[in-house]
């Protein structure tokens, strides 16, 4: 299984960017999908998650009402619109998948993994 993410960049407060995760290679049909951050020098942090099934999706305290994770089954690509950027947004981007099942706002449930993608906020 690869995932490549993609669209980091930079950005200033209160800005917008939107992440895209490609999944490509996989052998299961369904897939609950995270993004996690990671800042300089902090461990990875959750961000947002959603199952394959049905319409829920779980968020950090931080990115509630300014994230969006959603995704295209189609193109089996996922998403994260980020609104309302903050400095302390700036972070490397992961995205992974699972098909287990496992919590999905449990990182180490997590089996794959993308490269990730940089997003620096500054002004």
């Known amino acids: 299984v690869q995932l490549q993410a993609s669209g980091g960049g930079l950005v200033q407060p209160g800005g917008s960017l939107r992440l895209s995760c490609v999944v490509s290679?996989?052998?299961?049909?369904?897939?609950?999908t995270v993004w996690v951050r990671q800042a300089p020098a902090k461990e990875r942090e959750f961000v947002a998650a959603?199952?394959?099934?049905?319409?829920?999706?779980v968020y950090s305290d931080s990115a509630r009402g300014r994230f969006t994770i959603s995704r295209d089954k189609a193109k089996d690509t996922v998403y994260l619109q980020m609104n309302s950027l903050k400095l302390e947004d700036t972070a490397v981007y992961y995205c992974?998948?699972?098909?287990?099942?496992?919590?999905?706002?449990?990182?180490?449930?997590?089996?794959?993994w993308g490269q990730g993608t940089l997003v620096t906020v500054s002004s």
């Open positions: 290679g996989r052998t299961f049909s369904a897939y609950d």
């Open positions: 992974a998948v699972k098909s287990n099942s496992g919590t999905v706002d449990k990182i180490s449930n997590y089996d794959y």
């Open positions: 959603m199952p394959w099934r049905g319409d829920r999706r």
